[in-house]
């Protein structure tokens, strides 16, 4: 009789896990499959403001060697010019004898205001200053970066101390009726289109394509077949990378280091590193690495602060999504794309005054108005609105999201009494101001996409073991809510 003896192996099975996060996630112990779930979250977001910022940034809006772009960012093309505007007229609330601190974004592209006439002759970026009664009728030298092509952003205020950046208005919190702020969602317009767009790329963990390096011929001479001079060095294809994020780059011993380029693939500089940490400031979207071919098998970019194990590079994959709407979200509530259609949870209107407002009250200098939204969510379990001229009174909701309670499906928003003494007045107002309200629907409403875009989503796959989920939805971070296949070794 023959005796077999059995012996141990390993297979394979797939369960599933689920993974939740904001712009990007990476997900990990994956088996190569088919996403069982894919959905993109929406997202609104509004600015609001405690009236700290004293800087007019709209004083050097249309004047020559000077633009400002709907972020507060100045573009400034020569490196030292004379303000054609006087220190007061530039920050009109200024005092003299009082201090004021002055803090910039991108700083390397900013050095500070020049030409006073007290004991301080400048009034450097992230100082303190306090001006003399003659300072304010200066026009200052604004100096940037030498050179010239500066791009940056000012923050002053009362005080010797920084604040976060924020809009000017004109010393007031905002939102309000006087400073209305604007509602922003997930979505990226295209004009060409007239549609909102989302982008979707998985990847691997590692961003390398060695497959796609070419000979770097911009260090060759113009008279050679750019081989023979430099044979053996390498610049890489365009990566894409996004502000705000660290990336890790091992396995690169030699080289010259890095171009970082925009959103455009314009060349903006040269950075002198071998491998490590690569942090990528604010209008850089693309990296290319120049080094030796040798080192092609080893290099590996990857989120993060540290060298993980090495993976080799897969190839992208992408998903276009278009909508006639952005996507939003306010609080637990959110638009959704799935690979079904949209799933609508948010409705957005433009108030023009014709909605059946009432006066529900007044509390000292301030009157209640409200109106019943027929197809809202109407149990009160949590934030359900946002508008963009008017921020949380005491007595309303008791958040700091945006937005305005509401109780019973009527939206109620709190004005100054003697600005909006009744309701025709703010009738009068809505129909002028372009005023948008958005508020939580009682029902799910799905919206189509189309057939190659259902395709594209089904399509996507996960990469064995990491994967690296992207979405870019513009100015709003969207969410991203996945359930994927993950490996797991069982004896047998």
């Known amino acids: 009789m023959i005796f077999l003896k059995r012996r141990a192996f390993m297979t394979f099975k797939f369960n599933y896990e689920t993974s939740k996060g904001i712009k990007q996630v990476i997900l990990t112990n994956c088996g190569q499959a088919p996403f069982k779930r894919f959905s993109i979250l929406g997202n609104s977001h509004q600015d609001s403001t405690t009236g700290k910022q004293l800087f007019d940034v709209s004083a050097l809006k249309n004047i020559s060697g000077f633009s400002v772009d709907e972020d507060g960012f100045i573009m400034q093309k020569v490196y030292n010019t004379t303000s054609p505007k006087t220190l007061k007229e530039l920050i009109p609330s200024i005092e003299a004898g009082k201090s004021y601190y002055l803090s910039v974004d991108n700083p390397d592209d900013f050095t500070g205001f020049f030409g006073f006439t007290g004991s301080v002759s400048a009034w450097h970026k992230n100082q303190t200053f306090v001006p003399k009664e003659d300072d304010l009728n200066i026009r200052p030298g604004i100096v940037s970066k030498v050179g010239g092509n500066a791009r940056y952003r000012l923050m002053i205020t009362e005080g010797q101390t920084a604040s976060p950046y924020e809009p000017y208005t004109g010393g007031k919190p905002s939102p309000s009726h006087d400073y209305p702020q604007q509602i922003k969602n997930v979505g990226k317009w295209n004009e060409e289109k007239q549609k909102y767009e989302v982008d979707v790329r998985v990847t691997g963990k590692n961003l390398f394509d060695k497959d796609s390096v070419q000979l770097n011929v911009e260090f060759g001479d113009a008279n050679s077949d750019f081989i023979s001079m430099k044979d053996g060095w390498f610049v890489s294809d365009f990566i894409p990378v996004f502000s705000g994020k660290t990336y ?21 500089k040269n950075i002198q590193l071998t491998h490590g940490r690569l942090s990528v400031e604010d209008g850089i979207n693309y990296v290319r690495i120049n080094g030796e071919m040798k080192d092609l098998k080893n290099i ?46 948010i409705r957005s209107v433009m108030l023009n005054g014709n909605e059946d407002w009432k006066l529900y009250g007044s509390n000292g200098n ?24 008017s921020s949380y009174k005491s007595g309303v909701w008791a958040t700091d999201r945006l937005g305005q309670d509401m109780f019973a499906r009527i939206i109620r928003i709190n004005l100054p009494k003697d600005v909006f003494p009744d ?69 047998i």
């Open 300 to 345: 590996q970019v990857e989120l993060g602060t540290t060298a993980t194990s090495y993976e080799p590079y897969y190839k992208e994959q992408t998903a276009t999504i278009t909508m006639d709407e952005p996507l939003r979200g306010i609080g637990k509530y959110q638009d959704k794309i799935t690979k079904d259609g949209i799933a609508r949870r």
């Open 366 to 389: 301030i009157n209640n108005f409200g109106y019943i939204l027929r197809e809202a969510i109407s149990n009160n379990v949590g934030q359900r609105s946002s508008l963009t001229f």
């Open 248 to 268: 890790f780059i091992s396995g690169k011993k030699t080289g010259y280091g890095y171009k970082l380029y925009d959103i455009d693939k314009h060349f903006i």
């Open 423 to 491: 309701v025709e007045t703010l009738r009068n107002w809505l129909s002028q101001s372009k005023t948008t309200l958005q508020y939580v629907l009682e029902k799910e409403v799905i919206v189509p996409i189309s057939q190659s875009e259902q395709d594209a989503i089904r399509a996507l796959t996960t990469y064995h073991p990491t994967t690296v989920i992207t979405v870019d939805g513009g100015d709003v971070d969207a969410g991203i809510e996945v359930e994927y296949a993950v490996k797991n070794k069982e004896k």
